[in-house]
Every structure is written in structure tokens, then in C-alpha cells.
């Protein structure tokens, strides 16, 4: 009786393996990024809901800032907000990247852009 071998050798295991090792490496790189900037987006559309349309940009960066320190923002603070042009409104935005190294040379840049209507 001849029979076939099934299954995967040891070096389709070993190549699989990198293949999901290098997937998990990026992951553990790029979810915490994500992760502020939700908290980024969070901060701001809170601090829009307070219904801060009459405030000038200092207390609205210093309300903001409160915001980023409980939230533990680290990749931008509040300073870097700026009122963007809307139809007959205003609008809050924040644009900024994120540089993160990955392996020798090789960087991951992630660019972030939000708005939030007062």
C-alpha cells in the first residue's frame, strides 16, 4: 500500500511562520498609532459638544490639552490646532503625522487629517 504524505514541510512551516511574524511586527507598530488617534478624534469632537463656538483658539487648545494629558496624546498637542475655513461655521482641525522606525532604515509615516464642526 503506497501512501502520500500530507501536510506541510518544515520549510513551508518556517516560511509561513516569517510571513505572520512580520504581519504581527507591523501590527504591534501601527495599532497604537491608530489607537491615539482615535483618542485624538475623541478629544476633539468632546470638546466641540461643549458648544465652544464663542471661545478664541487659546482656551479651546488649552481644553483640548487637558483632553490629550488624560488620554496620554503624546504625538501632538494642542498647539498644533487650527481653525480651517467652513461654509458660515467653524471648524477645528488637526494635521499631523506620525514617524515611526521599524527595522533599520525603514520608517512607517502615517499622515492624520480631522475636522469637527463647532
Do not use: H, W
Amino acid at each position: 500500500m503506497d501512501k502520500k504524505q500530507q501536510g506541510m514541510t518544515l520549510i513551508g512551516f518556517i516560511m509561513v511562520l516569517l510571513v505572520v511574524c512580520v504581519f504581527a511586527a507591523v501590527g504591534m507598530k501601527l495599532v497604537p498609532i491608530y489607537s491615539e488617534y482615535m483618542s485624538v478624534k475623541s478629544a476633539m469632537n468632546s470638546v466641540a459638544k461643549e458648544g465652544v463656538g464663542n471661545k478664541d483658539i487659546g482656551d479651546i487648545q488649552v481644553m483640548l490639552q487637558r483632553r490629550f494629558d488624560i488620554d496620554y496624546v503624546t504625538s501632538i498637542n494642542a498647539k498644533q490646532l487650527r481653525f480651517a475655513p467652513g461654509a458660515g461655521t467653524k471648524k477645528l482641525n488637526m494635521n499631523y503625522e506620525v514617524r515611526t522606525p521599524f527595522v533599520y532604515n525603514v520608517d512607517f509615516v502615517v499622515k492624520f487629517d480631522y475636522s469637527v464642526e463647532l
